[in-house]
């Protein structure tokens, strides 16, 4: 392997999540009396926190319901975490075989800090990740750079030997600012064009894809 360590994006990445985030915000915006959105529709409101998912999702010029709306998906969501997420097919097996090459690995996502630790836990159980971070106050979210390159500092490791595999625009855009190889997978939230588009150096289809493109990576 090239790359010494290897930062996963956490939803639309490794594990599946769309499902329970629609079910949890469909909940609150039902709530709150406003219409829902069929579930594929989600694909374009995550990615940037959940603040701006909550903004994306409530009717334009109603955005003052996008706070109680937040608070009302937070409760839900935190009771349904595990009703329909799971990893995705290959993941586990991927992970094990970068930690048996003594890759070190990491999560960084933008969801909220305590749901992607309850999450990765739960779902890649055994998993020896050096570092697992979601959204924390007072560090920017992606794309801004500070948190993998953070996470790099803290493990010791300049960003030239570190790879940052995700699903979005945002991951990609993230890679690119850190000066990290940005490996995008399309079973997540958007295709492969896109990530292309955004600074992606290779793109995975599946599983066995990802793993090789960590394997080929050159700077």
């Known amino acids: ?26 909940h609150a915006l039902a709530h709150h009396g406003l219409p829902t959105h069929q579930e594929p529709a989600y694909r374009r409101f995550v990615g940037e926190g959940v603040r701006e998912l909550a903004r994306r999702a409530v009717p334009a010029g109603r955005e003052d319901l996008a706070a109680p709306v937040l608070e009302t998906y937070r409760a839900y969501y935190d009771e349904h975490l595990f009703d329909r997420t799971a990893s ?13 090459q003594q890759v070190v690995m990491g999560v960084l996502s933008n969801k909220s800090d305590s749901f992607v630790k309850r999450l990765v836990e739960r779902l890649l159980p055994g998993v020896a ?23 790099a500092a ?8 570190c790879g940052f595999v995700g ?24 295709d ?16 066995d894809e990802l793993l090789a493109a960590l394997r080929s990576a050159r700077f």
């Open 167 to 190: 699903d979005t625009a945002v991951d990609m855009e993230t890679a690119r600012a850190a000066g990290m190889y940005g490996v995008g997978v399309t079973w997540g939230f958007r």
């Open 154 to 161: 803290e493990l010791e490791l300049v960003p030239g030997v």
């Open 88 to 100: 995705y097919p290959g993941i586990p097996a991927l992970l094990a075989t970068l930690a048996e």
């Open 129 to 151: 990740f050096a570092r697992v971070y979601g959204e924390r106050p007072g560090v920017p979210r992606k794309p801004d750079p500070t948190a993998v390159l953070g996470m």
């Open 1 to 26: 392997m090239q790359l010494r360590a290897v930062f996963f994006d956490l939803d639309g990445t490794l594990v599946d999540s769309l499902g329970d985030i629609a079910d949890a915000m469909n």
């Open 192 to 207: 492969a064009e896109e990530l292309h588009a955004h600074g992606a150096r290779a793109v995975a289809t599946t599983a």
